[in-house]
């Protein structure tokens, strides 16, 4: 009954460069520039994105269109009414 034995549940993917990667250990890689912070998962690299970040740029292009407009429609009104255009408060 006290039989001992190991069950594979899962497997993870290793960051390449990081403290578990065997490619951490080497002085000199393949590519100088090689970083790591990816995962190699049969074969084809694959990275997880900060979806946070994509919120932010979301809403700081929608704010920056925003403004493209409101300063279209200001240039519009003053080329063709001669009349300034005032903004809202």
């Known amino acids: 009954m006290n039989e ?3 069950i594979t549940i899962g497997r993870l993917p290793v960051m390449v460069k ?9 002085e ?4 100088e520039f ?10 084809a690299e694959k990275v997880i994105y900060n ?3 994509f919120i932010y740029l979301h809403e700081f ?8 407009y ?6 519009f009104l003053v080329l063709y009414n001669s009349q300034p255009f005032k903004f809202p408060a």
């Open 4 to 6: 001992n034995r190991e």
């Open 18 to 26: 990081s403290d578990l990667c065997w490619m951490s250990e080497v």
């Open 28 to 31: 000199k890689g393949d590519c």
């Open 34 to 43: 090689d970083h790591g912070g990816y995962f190699l998962i049969k074969g």
């Open 51 to 53: 979806y946070d970040f």
């Open 61 to 68: 292009l929608s704010c920056l269109l925003h403004i493209l």
């Open 70 to 75: 409101i300063l279209w429609l200001h240039i």
